[in-house]
């Protein structure tokens, strides 16, 4: 069974303090996905990683992918209140022939930074 | 450029009832995918679509169907409404290779 399995689920934080999620997945896709959703919301493109030691960087969110360990992270560096939201790594299902289409998602994890 | 559309917002419907969402996808983007979002079992694949064509289906009932039309718009259809439907369905555009593009979703709450 494919499987994409995040940690922590919840994650309550300093502003100031920096962190790590991770996003563990069974697949053998080369493509890994962040989103972010806030309360009520639809799903915000953070992140596209296409390749093994790809790293990208946006703001306080950094993600990186180790496609070998099967692995990838979001680093928060020095947390502020706007980043709380539920953040979701997804990887495309290879068993479907690797269509872009079709994402396995991690049950997220939910950010809450508290001043 | 128009972000993906979906309609409506917000349904509530009684068991056994049918519902159809509708969902225009950005200009362009050719594949529409839906999935469910509950608090249980999170983000769910249902199907994806290409050029009117069904690519992929996720390991939902028969009861979930769905089409899409020549303009890429697509529309998913519950049939036979059951209380574990309620939930958040969000649809996605993608390009041919591109990230996939979420809605604003429909909330359909089954009474």
């Known amino acids: 069974e494919l499987k994409v399995e995040q940690n922590p689920l919840f994650l309550s934080m300093q502003e100031g303090k920096n962190y790590t999620i991770y996003c563990n997945y069974s697949?053998?896709?080369?493509?890994l996905y962040w989103y972010r959703q806030d309360p009520g919301k639809s799903l915000e493109s953070l992140f596209v990683l296409l390749s093994n030691g790809a790293v990208k960087q946006e703001g306080r969110l950094m993600a990186s992918l180790d496609t070998k360990a099967r692995l990838s992270t979001l680093h928060i560096t020095a947390a502020v209140h706007d980043l709380s939201a539920t953040y979701f790594c997804?990887?495309?299902?290879?068993?479907?022939?690797?269509?872009?289409?079709?994402?396995?998602f991690g049950k997220g994890t939910k950010l809450s930074v508290k001043p | 450029k128009a972000g993906v559309t979906q309609t409506p917002r917000y349904l509530i419907k009684t068991r056994g009832q049918q519902v159809t969402l509708s969902c225009s996808p950005i200009s362009g983007h050719r594949s529409v995918s839906w999935y469910q979002q509950t608090p249980g079992q999170g983000l769910q694949f249902l199907f994806e679509?290409?050029?009117?064509?069904?690519?992929n289906k996720g390991n939902f009932p028969g009861r979930f169907s769905g089409r899409q039309f020549s303009n890429s718009r697509s529309e998913m259809n519950v049939s036979t409404l059951e209380l574990g439907d309620s939930a958040l369905y969000l649809c996605?555009?993608?390009?041919?290779?591109?990230?996939?593009?979420f809605g604003a979703g429909t909330r359909l709450s089954v009474l």
């Open positions: 996605a555009s993608s390009a041919r290779g591109g990230r996939q593009y």
């Open positions: 697949t053998t896709s080369d493509r």
């Open positions: 997804a990887v495309e299902n290879a068993n479907y022939g690797g269509s872009q289409g079709n994402l396995i």
């Open positions: 679509y290409f050029s009117e064509t069904q690519r």
